[in-house]
Nanobody, 124 residues
Framework: QVQLVESGGGLVQAGGSLTLSCAAS????????TGWFRQAPGRDREFVAL????????TYADSVKGRFTISRENAENTVYLQMNSLKPEDTAVYYC?????????????????WGQGTQVTVSS
C-alpha cells in the first residue's frame, strides 16, 4: 500500500523560505513521476512542480518558476520542494502526489496517490 506523507509547512513572512518534504512508503520515487500541487481556499487545486522518475526532469508552474525547486533524494525515498521568496499568494495547502507511470502531466486527475497535505501560510 502506497502512502505519501508531507511535512514542513508552516507560517512564514513574505520573502521567507520553507522546505516541504514528501516521504513515501510502498513506492519508489525514482521510478515514477511525483508532483506538488496546492489548493487555496475557494480555488481549484493547481499544479506547482513535478519531477520525473527515471531522469529526474523537472517542470514548474510559471507562478513559481525561479523561486521553487523540486528535488529528490533516492536513498531516503523523499521528494522535496524548496520554496524561496515566498509571497502571500503562495498561501495554500500543498499536496504531494504520485503518478502510476513515469510520464509528464500537469493534470491532478492523472495522479493516483496523494498525501494528506501540509498548510503553508505566507503573511504580508
Amino acid at each position: 500500500q502506497v502512502q505519501l506523507v508531507e511535512s514542513g509547512g508552516g507560517l512564514v513572512q513574505a520573502g521567507g523560505s520553507l522546505t516541504l518534504s514528501c516521504a513515501a512508503s510502498g513506492r519508489t520515487f525514482s521510478r515514477y513521476t511525483t508532483g506538488w500541487f496546492r489548493q487555496a481556499p475557494g480555488r481549484d487545486r493547481e499544479f506547482v512542480a513535478l519531477i520525473s522518475g527515471t531522469f529526474g526532469d523537472t517542470t514548474y508552474a510559471d507562478s513559481v518558476k525561479g523561486r521553487f525547486t523540486i528535488s529528490r533524494e533516492n536513498a531516503e525515498n523523499t521528494v522535496y520542494l524548496q520554496m524561496n521568496s515566498l509571497k502571500p499568494e503562495d498561501t495554500a495547502v500543498y499536496y504531494c502526489a504520485g503518478r502510476a507511470t513515469d510520464g509528464i502531466s500537469y493534470d491532478s486527475g492523472e495522479y493516483v496517490y496523494w498525501g494528506q497535505g501540509t498548510q503553508v501560510t505566507v503573511s504580508s
